[in-house]
């Protein structure tokens, strides 16, 4: 069949720049006659997904699926759905021999119209896809205009002709688009290291509270003990240890299928102001649990029966072990969990930082039982359980406390409420550390202390760190903190929210604009290069480049004398003038209505760049061309290079610009 002219081009386009979707569906129609016409879908699918065919046997998956509106009344279906050459293969997921499509699926559909004047056409694709390891289930909305006269009329209904017009002018005449493809993020660090690192860490300390400490001695002398030879109580035990880090790994993985269904699920979340405020409940919540007035626990029943079932001997019983430890140790490890839990949906792939995250703190939990077990007489040199794990349980209450107040803090830059300024934030951290401090030194009791334990070496010396703590924190309560409180980078407010009156609302005191067209604008009139900063109020990663690498001497130069900086925040939930929102119409037909400032910058990001993620920065020149390629979250060094490179290229480049409609 013949295909319009750019429909290929426009399918991989729209492929290339959401390619985060598996499964990206065009259409395209012929005309037969006067009352029939041919109508084409086309998916265009992801490397390692498959998309299924019509014809499948019953118990499989969901068939791909064509339902169409005002069938039998404005027109009817001549003979079957044809679809182009499949697959046919055994597939191991649903154990039988199944029909699919890789890489390309074209069906084509003959209708006549009952209707001579029928205009458009709509219905609905219902299809499944899978990978190697999950599935998706779609609803994919769908309309031909066969009478092009009433595209961007009323009589479309699917998007107004004003929506249209905002969703191309989102678009930029980029140039040197290459540069875009060749983007690789550089980055000082390795993320997925680093939040294995923090689970790692997490499961230590979760190591120290009561309800896993004792039980490390007694079920590592369980396994030797109650095993036929040493040599099967040291397996049995390592098997324990697989089971914990097994079982904190798969708790994971229903994330996943949030992420499938929406990639950026998780971390608009993250930013959501409601969720923020159930955060920072949730963690109050776990702070005055872990000061002892009362326990979090799962249902007993289910400790009850993973206990009941751990006395099956062999794996199974191993298993349902390992699952015990995890529900009778919630009330310790749950709220060290959630922490975990938060700090992932904000990062940029969530769901899979997640899982390295309990990963790692499901290795640090079993590493002890796997290092006892094959190294027995260690067990003797073991600290005996005492008010020490209750001291360690009450400093993670204070901890759950600051840990809560960033949350706040979120949902107060989001909504621009302007309660929880940068020294209020402080000086609320500072109250903390100083309670913190006073219950260190034995003079604040809670239910669980001793009266009149004594205090040990090892915490007089981390009280001491604690009291360094809040010094440090005390230059954040004045006025003019740039390059203050440089290690908390990203945990309280930027400087310019701040109690005190600050001659500019951007990072630093630099100038900088909010509205892309405006700074557009002034770069073009000033022939300067842009630097367009893709950031988040809740970005934990674009508050460390604005205080450690911004603020370095050289860079926040070649910022403040050679570049003009637009500022879009992804997140903004500051709700558009009526008049400015719209509807936006994705190439695949998918409608995303505009009413915030964040999800117009988050649409324009994407569109434009395809990129979902922040911080995320650009240097162009104000006719669209691409200096160089973007960078995201970086050291120092890298980031002014970067800048000296794009400065370079742009007098390599200097032109007169030529000034496009926004």
Not at 156 to 174: C, H, R, T
Request: proline residues 5%.
């Amino acid at each position: 069949m013949m295909i319009k002219k750019g429909f290929l081009l426009l399918l991989f386009w729209t492929v290339e720049l959401y390619s985060q979707e598996p499964v990206v569906w065009t259409t395209d129609h012929q005309k037969i006659s006067d009352t029939e016409y041919l109508l084409q879908f086309s998916a265009y699918i992801k490397d390692k997904w498959h998309l299924y065919s019509q014809n499948l046997p019953e118990n499989g998956p969901l068939p791909t699926e064509f339902v169409f509106e005002g069938l039998g009344t404005a027109f009817e279906l001549i003979g079957k759905t044809e679809e182009s050459e499949t697959i046919k293969a055994f597939d191991p997921i649903f154990e039988m021999e199944l029909s699919w499509f890789d890489t390309e699926a074209i069906f084509s559909k003959r209708i006549r119209l009952l209707e001579p004047d029928l205009g458009t056409i709509r219905g609905e694709i219902n299809y499944q896809a899978c990978d190697d390891q999950l599935c998706i289930f779609r609803n994919e909305s769908f309309r031909f205009v066969l009478d092009e006269s009433l595209i961007g009329t009323e009589e479309e209904k699917f998007i107004d002709a004003e929506s249209l017009k905002k969703s191309a002018a989102l678009q930029l005449p980029l140039k040197n688009k290459d540069l875009l493809e060749n983007h690789q993020a550089q980055k000082s660090d390795n993320p997925l290291f680093n939040l294995f690192l923090l689970g790692f860490i997490g499961g230590l300390i979760a190591l120290l509270t009561p309800c896993v400490f004792p039980m490390i001695p007694l079920t590592v002398s369980f396994f030797l003990k109650q095993s036929e030879n040493q040599r099967k109580g040291v397996v049995r035990a390592l098997l324990y240890g697989f089971f914990i880090l097994l079982i904190y790994v798969l708790l994971s993985l229903p994330f996943h299928f949030l992420d499938a269904l929406d990639p950026q699920i998780l971390n608009t979340l993250s930013t959501n102001i409601v969720m923020n405020l159930v955060f920072f409940a949730v963690f109050v919540f776990f702070a005055f649990s872990f000061f002892g007035y009362y326990e979090l626990t799962l249902p007993s029943s289910w400790g009850n029966r993973s206990d009941s079932v751990a006395n099956t001997s062999g794996v199974m019983g191993v298993f349902f072990m390992a699952l015990t430890l995890a529900i009778v140790s919630f009330s310790c490890t749950g709220p060290i969990l959630g922490s975990l839990l938060a700090s992932s949906l904000s990062a940029e792939g969530g769901a899979t930082q997640l899982t390295v995250g309990m990963a790692g703190f499901g290795f640090a939990l079993a590493l002890p039982f796997g290092l006892l077990a094959l190294f027995p007489n260690a067990l003797k040199s073991i600290p005996k359980s005492g008010g020490w794990m209750t001291k360690v349980k009450v400093t993670l209450g204070f901890l759950e406390l600051a840990l809560a107040l960033k949350f706040l803090s979120n949902a107060d830059l989001v909504g621009h409420w302007g309660i929880l300024k940068r020294e209020i934030f402080v000086g609320l951290w500072l109250v903390i550390a100083v309670l913190l401090f006073v219950y260190l030194m034995g003079w604040l009791r809670f239910p669980h202390d001793v009266k009149g334990a004594k205090i040990s070496k090892f915490q007089r010396f981390f009280t001491f760190f604690v009291l360094l703590f809040i010094f440090y924190l005390l230059p954040g309560l004045v006025k003019n903190q740039v390059g203050q409180l440089t290690l908390l980078s990203g945990f309280p407010p930027p400087v310019f929210y701040s109690i005190f009156p600050t001659d500019s609302e951007c990072p630093l005191g630099l100038n900088c604009f909010k509205d892309f067209e405006m700074g557009r604008t002034y770069a073009e009139a000033n022939d300067k290069p842009i630097l367009l900063d893709f950031t988040g109020w809740a970005c934990v990663n674009c508050r460390k480049m604005e205080e450690n690498v911004w603020s370095q001497a050289e860079v926040f130069r070649l910022l403040n004398e050679n570049f003009v900086i637009i500022s879009l925040y992804v997140d903004d939930r500051k709700e558009l003038p009526t008049g400015s929102q719209f509807d936006f119409h994705y190439p695949n037909g998918r409608i995303k209505t505009i009413k915030t400032v964040g999800e117009k910058w988050a649409t324009f990001q994407r569109i434009n760049f395809a990129s979902a993620s922040q911080p995320y920065y650009v240097l162009m020149s104000a006719d669209g061309t691409l200096l160089n390629s973007p960078v995201q979250y970086t050291d120092t060094d890298t980031y002014e290079s970067w800048l000296q490179s794009g400065l370079k290229k742009f007098k390599e480049n200097k032109t007169p610009s030529k000034a496009y409609a926004f």
